[in-house]
């Protein structure tokens, strides 16, 4: 019982804002449990029904009371229960009324043998043990229910055992050393039952619940692994899995293009200003690069203080791409961070452009080293401007000769 109850305490936890565990137990088991119940009821009403014979064949004199009983009284409350099993109440209503019609046909049993006068209903009589077999092992209702259900069995089997004609205080005795057994052995089962499939389902919640949370931990790592801690920027990992995703896409390869932003003279920043300082430098400069670019473009941490953008636009990205990588490179300029170990005196950035044809992994390598070659041109042409590789110029050219001959 302390098990049963320390289950019971555990199901009277709220799942929601409006309902218990116990609540979300029966309605997650509620197609599985009603399933097995109207599966019971069909078969134990086909058996009691089926018993009319066996009454006419051992107590012949109560054969017209057993027919009218069984059939007027407990078949028509079979229908109601099985119309009842369709209504949309709690599973637990439906296994209590279960129970109360076991409990019906019991006593209804009860008040045929009660008027017999047939000395074999003493022998008939320990058939009645039956409906308690059926209240607790056969239907498997809950404990509780199934201990009320027994009780009240085994009050009405033992109160018209003393009506049955030839009863004597030994045939009750010996009925009771049978009788007994039964009813705790069965309660036994039926409460080990209930305590396992609790358990079960508690078990199971809680299985579920460490999933959720793993997978929800899982997702966050994924989310962490993607991402530049100092700048918040996805990373090269990240840039890796958006090239991938976009090189396995079906279709016509994309044209896209490759911006590359190295901060100037950032070792003489750290050198100056001091390491954490240069953090804080970098994070302005990614700050500056998200608001220049669009939605669709992927902006990557791609080394120390180097910045990579991946520019995807349907429409003419080596135009747009050179104009993104000016604002860029615009918008740094005008952050005038202090630069002091510069001839400009503040912050400033260059930047390479490529673009082209992107059909796989490998040709996005090639627009990243040219974008990258572009870059060195920039900083070797003095800094704080934008190159763009003549491998992108080369490929403009190609995809309007290719369209020209189209038309
Ligand atoms: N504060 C800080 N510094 C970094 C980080 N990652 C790389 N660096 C520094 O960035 C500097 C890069 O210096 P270099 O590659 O020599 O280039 P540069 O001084 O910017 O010179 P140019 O690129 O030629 O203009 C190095 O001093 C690195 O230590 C970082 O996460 N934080």
């Given at each position: 019982?302390?098990?049963l109850?320390?289950?019971?305490?555990?199901?009277?936890?709220?799942?929601?804002?409006t309902?218990?565990?116990?609540?979300q137990?029966?309605?997650?088991r509620?197609?599985?449990?009603?399933?097995?119940?109207?599966?019971?009821?069909?078969?134990?009403?086909?058996?009691?029904f089926?018993?009319?014979?066996?009454?006419?064949?051992?107590?012949?004199?109560?054969?017209?009371?057993?027919?009218?009983?069984?059939?007027?009284?407990?078949?028509?409350?079979?229908l109601?229960?099985?119309?009842?099993?369709?209504?949309?109440?709690?599973?637990?209503?439906?296994?209590?009324?279960?129970?109360?019609?076991?409990?019906?046909?019991?006593?209804?049993?009860?008040?045929?043998?009660?008027?017999?006068q047939?000395?074999?209903?003493?022998?008939?009589y320990?058939a009645?043990?039956?409906?308690?077999?059926?209240?607790?092992?056969v239907?498997?209702?809950?404990?509780?229910?199934s201990?009320?259900g027994?009780l009240?069995?085994?009050?009405?089997?033992?109160?018209?055992?003393?009506?049955?004609?030839?009863?004597?205080?030994?045939?009750?005795?010996?009925?009771?050393?049978?009788g007994?057994?039964?009813?705790?052995l069965?309660?036994?089962?039926?409460?080990?039952?209930?305590?396992?499939?609790?358990?079960?389902?508690?078990?199971?919640?809680?299985v579920d619940?460490l999933?959720?949370?793993?997978?929800?931990?899982?997702?966050?790592?994924?989310?962490?692994?993607?991402?530049?801690?100092?700048?918040?920027?996805?990373n090269?990992?990240?840039?890796t899995?958006?090239?991938s995703?976009l090189?396995?896409q079906?279709?016509?390869?994309?044209?896209?293009?490759?911006?590359?932003?190295?901060?100037?003279?950032?070792?003489a920043?750290?050198?100056f200003?001091?390491?954490?300082?240069g953090?804080?430098?970098?994070?302005?400069?990614a700050?500056?690069?998200r608001?220049a670019?669009?939605?669709?473009?992927?902006?990557?941490?791609?080394?120390?203080e180097?910045?990579?953008?991946?520019?995807?636009?349907?429409?003419?990205?080596?135009?747009?791409?050179?104009a993104?990588?000016?604002s860029?490179?615009?918008?740094?300029?005008?952050?005038?961070?202090?630069?002091?170990?510069?001839?400009?005196?503040?912050?400033?950035v260059?930047?390479?452009?490529?673009?082209?044809?992107?059909?796989d992994?490998?040709?996005?390598?090639?627009?990243?080293?040219?974008?990258?070659?572009?870059?060195?041109?920039?900083?070797?042409?003095?800094?704080?401007?934008?190159?763009?590789?003549?491998?992108?110029?080369?490929?403009?050219?190609?995809n309007?000769?290719a369209?020209?001959?189209?038309?």
């Open positions: 019982m302390h098990r109850s320390y289950y019971y305490q555990q199901l009277s936890q709220p799942a929601d804002e309902s218990s565990v116990r609540d137990y029966d309605r997650d509620h197609d599985e449990r009603l399933h097995s119940l109207k599966r019971v009821c069909g078969w134990l009403a086909l058996f009691y089926t018993y009319t014979l066996v009454d006419i064949y051992l107590i012949p004199d109560v054969s017209m009371r057993s027919f009218a009983l069984r059939f007027g009284l407990v078949g028509p409350s079979t109601l229960l099985f119309a009842y099993f369709k209504r949309p109440v709690s599973i637990r209503r439906k296994e209590l009324a279960a129970v109360c019609q076991g409990c019906l046909g019991a006593l209804v049993w009860c008040m045929i043998l009660i008027s017999t047939t000395p074999d209903v003493l022998n008939y320990y009645g043990l039956v409906f308690i077999l059926v209240l607790t092992i239907a498997t209702p809950p404990f509780e229910q201990l009320y027994t009240l069995v085994f009050a009405a089997l033992y109160t018209t055992i003393w009506f049955l004609p030839g009863a004597t205080m030994h045939y009750v005795l010996l009925h009771l050393s049978v007994i057994p039964v009813t705790l069965s309660l036994m089962a039926n409460y080990r039952f209930s305590a396992e499939s609790l358990r079960l389902y508690l078990e199971k919640l809680s619940q999933r959720r949370e793993l997978a929800q931990r899982n997702r966050e790592l994924e989310k962490l692994s993607l991402i530049d801690p100092l700048t918040g920027l996805a090269r990992r990240a840039l899995n958006r090239i995703q090189t396995d079906a279709g016509a390869p994309s044209e896209m293009a490759v911006v590359i932003i190295d901060v100037d003279h950032f070792k920043f750290n050198d200003y001091g390491h954490s300082e953090d804080n430098c970098l994070c302005a400069v700050g500056a690069i608001t670019c669009g939605t669709n473009d992927l902006i990557c941490r791609y080394g120390g180097e910045f990579l953008v991946l520019h995807i636009t349907p429409f003419s990205p080596a135009a747009n791409a050179r993104l990588a000016e860029i490179r615009g918008r740094i300029d005008c952050l005038a961070m202090p630069h002091q170990p510069t001839q400009k005196g503040h912050v400033t260059s930047v390479g452009v490529c673009s082209g044809l992107l059909s992994a490998s040709q996005l390598n090639t627009l990243i080293e040219h974008a990258d070659e572009a870059l060195y041109q920039a900083k070797r042409k003095g800094r704080n401007r934008v190159e763009e590789s003549a491998y992108s110029i080369l490929m403009t050219t190609q309007l000769r369209a020209t001959c189209k038309e």
